[in-house]
């Protein structure tokens, strides 16, 4: 890996031993633990028993999604001001730096990492393995609820693009959509949470869980190169990369392992539960 190569990775990504180093700083990151997992509502109570020390408990339904509905899908972008307020809770200062972390890869602590970023927090990032890699490297967790300084962030959206079901049926025809969600899914053979299952016509099956190692470690440049390249994404290549996914969840880690290697893509939020949900859409299965 190239020392450019590596300081592209590193504004996405920390690993633990450096988070560790940062923690122990006069002025740390403020750590958000961001556990959730479609189907499951015990996030709070598993980040209760065991976190990163000092680590603030973040809710995906509620803290980092506008209310569920047809027509925006089951997890819209909040309103800013809405993400502000959540956003100091959380304790996050104008300047400060940020790290997000889940158990799941990086598939939840994403979008806080995405949706910060799209905000205006520049210096977020990203745990590569999460809690299973913190543990594994020897490092301590504490239990209990972690309340922080009130911060005085001040959020402006539109920072990191955006686009709507238009603009992702117009990549799909014009550059590279990318579908994150279980090959399963995006070829129509199970659908177990929206009205209709399939794909946007014309986009590219690239699950999420292929990002990652078997320990939940996002893979090397490199491998990440290659994976994408046989997916039609190119860096430097001009062409325009948008992604969806179920709604907008692991979508964003998709955008996460692109930023890593430096191609810069759109995400789609309304994603497929919004798609799916309008019946002028197509859809493709295969």
């Known amino acids: 890996?190239?020392?450019a190569t590596d300081d592209v990775r590193r504004r996405v990504l920390v690993d633990v031993d450096e988070l560790a180093r940062l923690l122990a700083d006069d002025e740390p990151p403020v750590l958000l633990d961001v556990r959730w997992a479609l189907g499951r509502d015990d996030g709070h109570e598993r980040y209760l028993?065991?976190?990163?020390p000092g680590a603030v408990y973040v809710d995906l339904d509620t803290e980092l999604a506008a209310p569920a509905s047809p027509a925006a899908g089951r997890h819209?972008?909040?309103?800013v001001a809405d993400l502000e307020r959540a956003a100091r809770r959380w304790g996050v200062r104008e300047g400060a730096a940020v790290v997000v972390y889940d158990e799941t890869g990086g598939a939840a602590a994403a979008r806080a990492w995405w949706l910060l970023r799209w905000a205006g927090v520049r210096d977020v990032r990203l745990l590569d393995g999460g809690l299973p890699a913190w543990v594994a490297a020897g490092y301590g967790v504490e239990p209990g609820e972690v309340t922080p300084e009130p911060g005085d962030v001040v959020l402006l959206p539109g920072a990191l693009p955006t686009v709507d079901a238009d603009g992702a049926a117009a990549l799909a025809a014009d550059g590279v959509l990318l579908d994150a969600r279980a090959a399963e899914r995006y070829a129509g053979r199970v659908e177990p949470v929206d009205p209709r299952a399939g794909h946007v016509p014309g986009a590219v099956s690239a699950p999420t869980a292929a990002n990652l190692d078997p320990d939940g470690r996002f893979l090397p440049a490199d491998a990440?190169?290659?994976?994408?390249?046989?997916l039609g994404v190119t860096p430097g290549a001009g062409v325009p990369v948008g992604v969806y996914c179920g709604s907008g969840v692991t979508a964003?880690?998709?955008?996460a392992a692109l930023a890593s290697i430096g191609v810069v893509s759109v995400l789609y939020p309304g994603s497929w539960s919004q798609w799916s949900n309008d019946p002028a859409r197509p859809v493709a299965t295969d």
Do not use: I
């Not at 990440?224 to 046989?230: I, M, S, V």
């Not at 964003?252 to 955008?255: D, F, L, S, T, Y």
């Open 1 to 3: 890996m190239t020392a």
């Open 49 to 52: 028993a065991a976190h990163v």
């Open 76 to 79: 819209p972008l909040p309103d």
């Open 224 to 230: 990440l190169r290659a994976r994408f390249a046989g």
């Open 252 to 255: 964003a880690h998709e955008v």
